[in-house]
């Protein structure tokens, strides 16, 4: 099993501090920093159904802060979960994916998703509508910029004329899809991902999923899959029995979260205890 930890925003002072927190990760054994966060911020209270760090916090980009952080540390892996990728110009996000390859040696995860926001997407130019087409598409033609110096391709939303980024990742740069669990965000996953992180928790649509990959042609043992928890709901007895769980439905990685409200310090601390506790009992 596979252990990350998502990385704290909300009350990040300095690079100094998010280099600490990385470094206190890897020297716990983590095997990877997950981070999420939207493209741009809205004003709190906008969405009532939800709370305010889904979409009010101030985030970090992924790109930017794995490339500090892959100075700053040697072993752990860094996952976007997720990057809102239709949100993005495609070849924007291939070049900065693969110089973080490069840079990182070889550490960097790409997650997607498409996300929910309709305003997010009328800001940054993009039809909400179109959202799983545009990702379906972005994916297929990230995949052609990584293995390929010069790429002609034409689509729905792209059209490339010999074009590429010269150098290319030393190994495929792994894709992660993060989707609820509607039919065609699955079916999108099992066809393209390297893997698959249902978003939510909940892991009751596993059994359709490895169908879907199935039909897709595929090994469905040959996808990752995620599962996640969140300290502070259970006591460690609880969340070992959850991890073994895990396991034995195919999990290959778990993303440990604090609890809301909790302050960076704090929440890398509880995190951190965490994921000792369930590296000795589930490694």
Do not use: C
């Not at 985030?59 to 892996?77: C, K, N, Q």
């Not at 990057?83 to 490069?102: D, G, K, N, S, Y």
């Not at 996300?115 to 598409?137: F, I, N, P, T």
């Not at 990230?142 to 074009?163: A, C, N, S």
């Amino acid at each position: 099993m596979r252990y990350g930890a998502v990385f704290p925003t909300a009350d990040v002072r300095s690079a100094h501090q998010t280099r600490d927190l990385a470094q206190a990760y890897e020297d716990a054994g983590f095997d990877y920093i997950a981070l999420a966060g939207h493209l741009l911020s809205a004003r709190p209270g906008r969405y009532p159904g939800r709370p305010d760090y889904q979409y009010a916090a101030p985030f970090l980009d992924p790109f930017v802060l794995f490339s500090y952080l892959a100075a700053t540390t040697s072993r752990i892996h860094f996952l976007s979960q997720v990057l809102i990728l239709p949100l993005r110009e495609t070849a924007a996000v291939a070049r900065q994916a693969a110089e973080l390859a490069f840079l990182s040696n070889n550490r960097f995860e790409l997650g997607v998703g498409i996300s929910w926001q309709e305003a997010e997407y009328r800001a940054a130019g993009q039809d909400v509508h179109k959202r799983g087409a545009r990702l379906a598409e972005q994916v297929e033609l990230l995949k052609l910029y990584w293995r390929q110096p010069l790429v002609t391709f034409k689509g729905e939303f792209h059209e490339i004329d010999e074009m590429g980024l010269a150098r290319l990742p030393k190994n495929p740069i792994p894709i992660w899809f993060g989707s609820q669990f509607g039919e065609a965000a699955m079916r999108r996953a099992a066809a393209l991902g390297d893997g698959w992180m249902p978003l939510g928790g909940s892991t009751d649509a596993l059994p359709r999923f490895k169908e879907y990959v199935s039909e897709a042609g595929r090994d469905p043992n040959s996808i990752m899959l995620m599962g996640s928890m969140t300290v502070g709901k259970e006591g460690p007895d609880a969340l070992v029995t959850e991890a073994q769980r895990l396991q034995g439905l195919g999990i290959t990685h778990i993303t440990v979260n604090s609890a809301p409200g909790a302050t960076s310090d704090a929440a890398v601390s509880e995190v951190i205890e965490v994921g000792k506790t369930l590296k000795a009992a589930v490694p």
